[in-house]
C-alpha cells in the first residue's frame, strides 16, 4: 500500500517537473493564452520511464499538466512488449526499441523497415513513437553519414516524432579509436555496453562547427529541406499512409515508398497528398548505388482522392525549389492510374553525380492536381466594308488534351458561329462602328482556370473607298462601293459626290439642288433650297 515514505517520495518526482517550469519563465498556472502558456520548457524525456510505476506516472503527469496543460513526456521504454504497452497507456510520446532496428540490426531493406513501423503502430495502437536513428547512449547506425540521412529521410516520411542527435546533420562519425574531427567531440569516447559513445558524463564539446567533419558538405542543407518538407505538409505529419508497392506486385529493397495523405478520399484540390520515397544506402556499400522503380497507385486511388479525369504534376518538397514542378507537361489521372508513376533515386552515381543534388536521395512529391488553361486561337483584328462579309476559324486546345467546349457569347447582330467558323455581312447600320466578338473556352475540369475568354473586334468604316461618301449611303443607292464620286448615275449634271453633299437622289434625275426662293429683308436673308 502507500506508505508516507511513498508518498513523499511520488511528491518529490512530481515535483521537479513544476521547478523547472518556474525555472524557465512559466507562471505555474494555466492560463490558456498561448503566449503565456507556451512559456517554460515544453516537455521531459524521461529515461527509463518503464521502470517507475504507471499509478507514480499519472499521479505526476496529471500533477504537471494542472500548471501546464499542453507539457508532453517521453517515456524511454527500450525493453519493447509489456513494458511498452504500459507506457503507451499515459505517455504521449514512446522512446521505444526502434532504434536497435538501425543502430544494431543494420536494417537495409524496405520491406523491413516498413514491417518495423507497422509493427509498432499495432502495439501501440497509433501512439507516437520517436523516430530516432541513435542516441546518447547509442552508436550511430554507420560511420557512412549519407546512408544515415537516407534513413532518416525515410523516417521522416511516416507519422511519429523524427529526431536528430547532435552533430548527426553535421556528418560524425562512430569512435574509430582517437578524437579525429569526424567523431565531432571534444573528448573521447566512453564504454557503454561494448558500445562507444559520446562521453556525456563530463564536460565535452561538439567540433563540428569549428572543424566539420570529411565529406559532409550539403548534409546539413539536405537534413533541412526533408525537416522544412515536413513540416510545411500536413499529409508527411499525418498518421494516414499507404505502403507503395511496384506495378506488378513487390517491393524494391532499396527505396523506401510511402503514400501520405492528408484526408482519406478528398482531393489534392483540397487535401495534402505525398508520394514520399527514400533510398536506402547500403551498408558496407562503395560507391553508392542508386535505384529506380515503377509504383503502382491504384490501391492508394480512392484514399488519395485522384480521379482519371483530372490532370497532376508533382513537386519535390525536400528539393531546393519545393515549388518547380517536375514533370515537363501535366499528365492525365488515367495515365497514372495505368502506368503508375516512376521514381529515379540515383545516389551519387558512383561519384559523377553529388549527393546533394535535388532527389538524389529523398524525393517528398506533393502531388499537386493541376490544370493547363484552355487556349484560343482566332485572328483579328478586322476591317470589313459595308455590304462585304467575313469569316474566320476559331480554334481552342487544352495543352493537357482534353476535350474543349467553344462558344460565342458576344457577337454582332446576325453573325453566325457554326463548327468553329464565325461569319458575318456588315449591313448600312453598322456603317462608322467597332463591333466585338468574344469567344469563350471551356475545359470543362471545373478549375479556377478551366474558362477563358478571348475577343477580337470588326470595324466597318465610315469610308472604306476614301471616296468621301459615306459607304452607308452608297450601298443604300447603289448597293455597291464601286461608283465614283464623280459619276453622274442620273444624268442630272450633279454628280454622285454633290448629290452625295446635297441630300439628293442619285438616281433619281427629278431630285435636284435649287434655289426656288431669295427674299431679303433688312438685316434678314431667307432662301428655299430644293
Same mark, same amino acid.
Given at each position: 500500500?502507500?506508505?508516507?515514505?511513498?508518498?513523499?517520495?511520488?511528491?518529490?518526482?512530481?515535483?521537479?517537473?513544476?521547478?523547472?517550469?518556474?525555472?524557465?519563465?512559466?507562471?505555474?498556472?494555466?492560463?490558456?493564452?498561448?503566449?503565456?502558456?507556451?512559456?517554460?520548457?515544453?516537455?521531459?524525456?524521461?529515461?527509463?520511464?518503464?521502470?517507475?510505476?504507471?499509478?507514480?506516472?499519472?499521479?505526476?503527469?496529471?500533477?504537471?499538466?494542472?500548471?501546464?496543460?499542453?507539457? !508532453?513526456?517521453?517515456?524511454?521504454?527500450? @525493453?519493447?512488449?509489456?513494458?511498452?504497452?504500459?507506457?503507451?497507456?499515459?505517455?504521449?510520446?514512446?522512446?521505444?526499441?526502434?532504434?536497435?532496428?538501425?543502430?544494431?540490426?543494420?536494417?537495409?531493406?524496405?520491406?523491413?523497415?516498413?514491417?518495423?513501423?507497422?509493427?509498432?503502430?499495432?502495439?501501440?495502437?497509433?501512439?507516437?513513437? !520517436?523516430?530516432?536513428?541513435?542516441?546518447?547512449?547509442?552508436?550511430?547506425?554507420?560511420?557512412?553519414?549519407?546512408?544515415?540521412?537516407?534513413?532518416?529521410?525515410?523516417?521522416?516520411?511516416?507519422?511519429?516524432?523524427?529526431?536528430?542527435?547532435?552533430?548527426?546533420?553535421?556528418?560524425?562519425?562512430?569512435?574509430?579509436?582517437?578524437?579525429?574531427?569526424?567523431?565531432?567531440?571534444?573528448?573521447?569516447?566512453?564504454?557503454?555496453? /561494448?558500445?562507444?559513445?559520446?562521453?556525456?558524463?563530463?564536460?565535452?564539446?561538439?567540433?563540428?562547427?569549428?572543424?566539420?567533419?570529411?565529406?559532409?558538405?550539403?548534409?546539413?542543407?539536405?537534413?533541412?529541406?526533408?525537416?522544412?518538407?515536413?513540416?510545411?505538409?500536413?499529409?508527411?505529419?499525418?498518421?494516414?499512409?499507404?505502403?507503395?508497392?511496384?506495378?506488378?506486385?513487390?517491393?524494391?529493397?532499396?527505396?523506401?515508398?510511402?503514400?501520405?495523405?492528408? %484526408?482519406?478520399?478528398?482531393?489534392?484540390?483540397?487535401? @495534402?497528398?505525398? !508520394?514520399?520515397?527514400?533510398?536506402? !544506402?547500403?551498408?558496407?556499400?562503395?560507391?553508392?548505388?542508386?535505384?529506380?522503380?515503377?509504383?503502382?497507385?491504384?490501391?492508394?486511388?480512392?484514399?488519395?482522392?485522384?480521379?482519371?479525369?483530372?490532370?497532376?504534376?508533382?513537386?519535390?518538397?525536400?528539393?531546393? @525549389?519545393?515549388?518547380?514542378?517536375?514533370?515537363?507537361?501535366?499528365?492525365?489521372?488515367?495515365?497514372?492510374?495505368?502506368?503508375?508513376?516512376?521514381?529515379?533515386?540515383?545516389?551519387?552515381?558512383?561519384?559523377?553525380?553529388?549527393?546533394?543534388?535535388?532527389?538524389?536521395?529523398?524525393?517528398?512529391?506533393?502531388?499537386?492536381?493541376?490544370?493547363?488553361?484552355?487556349?484560343?486561337?482566332?485572328?483579328?483584328?478586322?476591317?470589313?466594308?459595308?455590304?462585304?462579309?467575313?469569316?474566320?476559324?476559331?480554334?481552342?486546345?487544352?495543352?493537357?488534351?482534353?476535350?474543349?467546349?467553344?462558344?460565342?457569347?458576344?457577337?454582332?447582330?446576325?453573325?453566325?458561329?457554326?463548327?468553329?467558323?464565325?461569319?458575318?455581312?456588315? /449591313?448600312?447600320?453598322?456603317?462608322?462602328?467597332?463591333?466585338?466578338?468574344?469567344?469563350?473556352?471551356?475545359?470543362?475540369? /471545373?478549375?479556377?482556370?478551366?474558362?477563358?475568354?478571348?475577343?477580337?473586334?470588326?470595324?466597318?468604316?465610315?469610308?472604306?473607298?476614301?471616296? /468621301?461618301?459615306?459607304?452607308?449611303?452608297?450601298?443604300?443607292?447603289?448597293? %455597291?462601293?464601286?461608283?465614283?464620286? %464623280?459619276?453622274?448615275?442620273?444624268?442630272?449634271?450633279?454628280?454622285?459626290?454633290?448629290?452625295?453633299?446635297?441630300?439628293?437622289?442619285?438616281?433619281?434625275?427629278?431630285?435636284?439642288?435649287?434655289?426656288?426662293?431669295?427674299?431679303?429683308?433688312?438685316?434678314?436673308?431667307?432662301?428655299?433650297?430644293?
Amino acid at each position: 500500500g502507500m506508505i508516507t515514505n511513498t508518498m513523499e517520495l511520488w511528491k518529490f518526482f512530481a515535483y521537479y517537473p513544476e521547478f523547472w517550469l518556474k525555472k524557465t519563465g512559466h507562471s505555474g498556472t494555466n492560463s490558456f493564452v498561448q503566449a503565456l502558456d507556451d512559456r517554460g520548457i515544453d516537455g521531459l524525456r524521461c529515461d527509463f520511464g518503464q521502470g517507475l510505476p504507471p499509478q507514480l506516472w499519472e499521479y505526476l503527469i496529471n500533477r504537471t499538466r494542472k500548471m501546464k496543460w499542453n507539457f !508532453l513526456f517521453m517515456a524511454e521504454t527500450l @525493453d519493447g512488449g509489456k513494458p511498452g504497452y504500459r507506457s503507451n497507456r499515459h505517455f504521449d510520446v514512446l522512446n521505444e526499441n526502434l532504434v536497435f532496428r538501425f543502430t544494431q540490426e543494420h536494417i537495409n531493406d524496405s520491406w523491413a523497415l516498413k514491417q518495423a513501423l507497422e509493427d509498432r503502430r499495432t502495439a501501440y495502437s497509433g501512439g507516437p513513437v !520517436l523516430l530516432n536513428l541513435t542516441s546518447h547512449d547509442e552508436v550511430l547506425p554507420d560511420s557512412d553519414k549519407w546512408l544515415t540521412v537516407s534513413r532518416y529521410g525515410a523516417v521522416s516520411a511516416v507519422d511519429g516524432i523524427p529526431m536528430i542527435f547532435y552533430g548527426q546533420e553535421q556528418g560524425i562519425e562512430n569512435w574509430a579509436g582517437s578524437v579525429t574531427k569526424n567523431t565531432g567531440f571534444k573528448t573521447d569516447h566512453e564504454e557503454n555496453f /561494448g558500445k562507444y559513445i559520446p562521453n556525456f558524463k563530463q564536460w565535452n564539446q561538439l567540433t563540428v562547427w569549428t572543424n566539420p567533419p570529411d565529406y559532409s558538405t550539403g548534409l546539413p542543407e539536405l537534413y533541412a529541406r526533408i525537416n522544412a518538407a515536413r513540416h510545411a505538409s500536413l499529409a508527411l505529419q499525418s498518421p494516414n499512409r499507404y505502403f507503395l508497392s511496384k506495378t506488378g506486385g513487390g517491393d524494391e529493397a532499396r527505396i523506401f515508398a510511402v503514400a501520405k495523405y492528408q %484526408t482519406a478520399n478528398a482531393t489534392p484540390r483540397t487535401s @495534402d497528398v505525398v !508520394l514520399a520515397f527514400a533510398l536506402l !544506402l547500403r551498408h558496407g556499400e562503395s560507391p553508392h548505388a542508386g535505384a529506380n522503380a515503377t509504383y503502382d497507385l491504384q490501391g492508394a486511388w480512392s484514399l488519395l482522392g485522384l480521379n482519371t479525369g483530372k490532370y497532376y504534376n508533382v513537386r519535390n518538397l525536400a528539393s531546393s @525549389d519545393p515549388d518547380a514542378y517536375l514533370w515537363p507537361t501535366n499528365k492525365a489521372g488515367i495515365e497514372l492510374y495505368n502506368n503508375g508513376i516512376w521514381v529515379n533515386l540515383p545516389a551519387d552515381n558512383g561519384g559523377t553525380t553529388p549527393v546533394t543534388n535535388d532527389g538524389v536521395l529523398v524525393q517528398y512529391l506533393k502531388l499537386d492536381e493541376v490544370n493547363s488553361a484552355p487556349q484560343i486561337d482566332l485572328p483579328g483584328p478586322h476591317t470589313v466594308p459595308v455590304g462585304a462579309w467575313t469569316n474566320f476559324t476559331v480554334t481552342a486546345t487544352d495543352p493537357d488534351g482534353g476535350t474543349v467546349l467553344l462558344s460565342n457569347p458576344t457577337a454582332p447582330a446576325g453573325a453566325v458561329f457554326a463548327v468553329g467558323v464565325f461569319t458575318w455581312t456588315a /449591313g448600312v447600320a453598322n456603317v462608322n462602328t467597332t463591333n466585338l466578338a468574344s469567344f469563350v473556352a471551356d475545359d470543362q475540369q /471545373g478549375a479556377t482556370n478551366s474558362v477563358v475568354t478571348n475577343s477580337t473586334s470588326i470595324v466597318v468604316p465610315l469610308d472604306w473607298d476614301d471616296d /468621301g461618301m459615306s459607304d452607308g449611303w452608297e450601298w443604300t443607292w447603289f448597293l %455597291t462601293l464601286t461608283n465614283s464620286g %464623280t459619276a453622274d448615275n442620273d444624268g442630272d449634271y450633279a454628280d454622285n459626290f454633290n448629290e452625295y453633299i446635297a441630300g439628293t437622289e442619285p438616281l433619281n434625275s427629278n431630285s435636284v439642288f435649287s434655289v426656288q426662293q431669295i427674299i431679303s429683308s433688312p438685316g434678314h436673308t431667307s432662301r428655299q433650297i430644293t
